[in-house]
T-cell receptor
Framework: AQSVAQPEDQVNVAEGNPLTVKCTYS??????LFWYVQYPNRGLQFLLK??????LVKGSYGFEAEFNKSQTSFHLKKPSALVSDSALYFC???????????????FGTGTQLKVEL | EADIYQTPRYLVIGTGKKITLECSQT?????MYWYQQDPGMELHLIHY???????EKGDLSSESTVSRIRTEHFPLTLESARPSHTSQYLC?????????????FGEGSWLTVV
């Protein structure tokens, strides 16, 4: 079975400071990892994904994420946070070993990011 | 921006009414999904489809039904709405052929049953 955990319900950071939103996963095969952002009353917007290759993945709006196989983590990072980054962030995983009906994306419970002046 | 559209965006309806949430995508994606999400909470997959005439139940049991008669269209229907159905419903789609493909979401439909 595949699973993903976001251990923090909320992350608070001051504008201009670096931010990290944590994500860990569990799969039997190789992971396909995704980050999405959701603003209030909106759908989910795709930020970035890791499929293979370079462990550091760069995405939209200055976000990046680092895949760490030994720690089974895929933390989302940004060097300098903006107030407009305040939103709900979801990590998701798909197990490459699963096919057919099992080949679905599993989402974490979400982390609310609050960036303050 | 993903070309996936949901209507209505907001709906307030009385108990016992039948409702259909529309979802259309213009990307030619084979796979389509419906997720249910309470405000600020996690997503639950309730239905998915791998193509025309294919529909499957998701991880969360739902009284809603879906159909996939055309590739681009994946409507969700509640025959008799109840207050417990109040939630946000998110439609999504992705190409079929690769597990690394991204799922793209619509803007969501907020349903309130009174």
């Amino acid at each position: 079975a595949q699973s993903v955990a976001q251990p923090e319900d909320q992350v608070n950071v001051a504008e201009g400071n670096p931010l990290t939103v944590k994500c860990t996963y569990s799969v039997s095969g190789n992971p396909y990892l995704f980050w999405y952002v959701q603003y209030p009353n909106r759908g989910l917007q795709f930020l970035l994904k890791y499929i293979t290759g370079d462990n550091l993945v760069k995405g939209s709006y200055g976000f990046e994420a680092e895949f760490n196989k030994s720690q089974t983590s895929f933390h989302l990072k940004k060097p300098s946070a903006l107030v407009s980054d305040s939103a709900l962030y979801f990590c998701a995983v798909r197990d490459s070993a699963l096919t057919g009906g099992g080949n679905k994306l599993t989402f974490g419970t979400g982390t609310q990011l609050k960036v303050e002046l | 921006e993903a070309d996936i559209y949901q209507t209505p965006r907001y709906l307030v309806i009385g108990t016992g009414k039948k409702i259909t949430l529309e979802c259309s995508q213009t990307m030619g994606h084979d796979k389509m999904y419906w997720y249910q999400q309470d405000p600020g909470m996690e997503l639950h997959l309730i239905h998915y489809s791998y193509g025309v005439n294919s529909t499957e139940k998701g991880d969360l049991s739902s009284e809603s039904t879906v159909s996939r008669i055309r590739t681009e269209h994946f409507p969700l229907t509640l025959e008799s709405a109840r207050p417990s159905h109040t939630s946000q419903y998110l439609c999504a789609s992705s190409p079929r052929d690769n597990s690394g493909n991204t799922i793209y979401f619509g803007e969501g439909s907020w349903l309130t049953v009174v």
